[in-house]
């Protein structure tokens, strides 16, 4: 699973500081957004979603913000931990008819102890 | 437990020998999906199945088949692997084919092909 991480732009936070991961998003009809989280080895797992007609929704330690305007979409983690360090990646999709998801490539987190 | 069953895990191949990655969830989910993710591209999607014996095209179907016989198994076939199908594949699962909240989307752990 290693290989997937490697051309992927890098954020090195500290343990216990806050991680914000940006995301620009390309569909200006997309109505539905939600980010993964993807450990090493593993698949992707969802951690929060959001509707287009809400900017802010908050999860446990993690908040999502979405900015219409500009297409944009961030994941911020509080409080940082060693078990936060993986690969995030948003995605997006279009409510009407079938539903597709368009995942972008992801940055890769690492949590400096 | 809730899950996403791909096999094999890691599997390595020659051109032009047929293999079948299986996938089965225990989900009860009518909607499944197998993906491929490579370096720099994210997840592509390959092929869907809203449901039994209904499957489609998704962004890159060539070289890749798939069957829905059953509710909880969603095989893919490779008729005659190239070394461009090099890459990690995942299968997918939710409930209804629309991601709305709710409707989560289950991964696989992956299946890493190489085609030498």
């Known amino acids: 699973g290693e290989s997937v991480g490697l051309h992927l732009p890098t954020l090195s936070v500290q343990e216990g500081d806050n991680s914000i991961i940006n995301c620009a998003y390309s569909?200006?009809?997309?109505?539905?957004f939600i980010w993964y989280k993807q450990e090493s080895g593993k698949g992707p797992q969802f951690i929060i979603d959001i509707r287009s007609n809400m900017d802010k929704r908050q999860g446990q330690r993690v908040t999502v913000l979405l900015n219409k305007t500009v297409k944009h979409l961030s994941l911020q983690i509080a409080a940082t931990q060693p078990g936060d360090s993986a690969v995030y990646f948003c995605a997006e999709s279009f409510s009407g008819g079938y539903q597709k998801v368009t995942f972008g490539t992801g940055t890769k987190l690492q949590v400096i102890p | 437990e809730a899950q996403v069953t791909q096999n094999p895990r890691y599997l390595i191949t020659v051109t032009g020998k047929k293999l079948t990655v299986t996938c089965s969830q225990n989900m009860n989910h009518e909607y499944m999906s197998w993906y491929r993710q490579d370096p720099g591209l994210g997840l592509r999607q390959i092929y869907y199945s809203m449901n039994v014996e209904v499957t489609d095209k998704g962004d890159v179907p060539e070289g890749y088949k798939v069957s829905r016989k059953e509710k909880r198994n969603f095989p893919l076939i490779l008729e005659s692997p190239s070394p461009n199908q090099t890459s990690l594949y995942f299968c997918?699962?939710?409930?209804?084919?629309?991601?709305?909240?709710?409707?989560?989307?289950?991964f696989g752990e992956g299946s890493w092909l190489t085609v030498v």
């Open positions: 997918a699962s939710s409930l209804l084919g629309t991601p709305a909240r709710g409707n989560t989307i289950y």
């Open positions: 569909n200006s009809a997309s109505d539905y």
